[in-house]
């Protein structure tokens, strides 16, 4: 709650550590000699709201321009096996993550999970197409380069 107070308030830098720190709460019951972070993913009532925890870290470390930060938060939040939207949020806030990391390669794989899941999703077959687009934009630049240093042998 203090978190989505932070977000909603425009506070990203404070809203980010807030999600992170309700999951390290929640991990404390659940003692490493009781298998820690694997009962609490496997826990079916905690699970999806860790996976919303480290989905909402995502979205605020990718408004403080962090992707790599993200991209992890997004990896941590899919290891809660979410389903439905939370596990599209996951996705396509990964594929932002990879996209701000220029990597339009992994970004269009997250989106086609995301729509895998959501085949109506008008945003992530919005940003499925431009992700496309950057990753066609990408591999352009990437044969001049090849062209430019090989003397024409692209």
Not at 114 to 123: E, G, R
């Amino acid at each position: 709650a203090v978190g989505n107070q932070y977000f909603k308030a425009g506070d990203f830098d404070a809203a980010g550590p807030t999600y992170t720190d309700a999951v390290r709460a929640a991990l404390a019951f659940y003692p490493d000699e009781q298998g820690g972070k694997n009962a609490m993913l496997a826990d079916e009532k905690i699970a999806p709201i860790i996976a919303k925890c480290y989905s909402n870290s995502a979205m605020a470390a990718l408004k403080v321009k962090q992707p790599t930060l993200a991209r992890d938060m997004c990896n941590s939040g899919l290891e809660c096996r979410p389903t439905g939207d939370d596990k599209v949020k996951l996705l396509t806030r990964k594929a932002d993550a990879h996209l701000a990391l220029d990597d339009a390669d992994d970004a269009v794989e997250c989106l086609q999970a995301a729509l895998a899941v959501d085949p109506n999703n008008v945003t992530c077959k919005r940003k499925l197409y431009d992700a496309k687009q950057a990753l066609k934009a990408s591999r352009k630049a990437e044969a001049e380069r090849s062209k430019q240093l090989f003397g024409g042998a692209a």
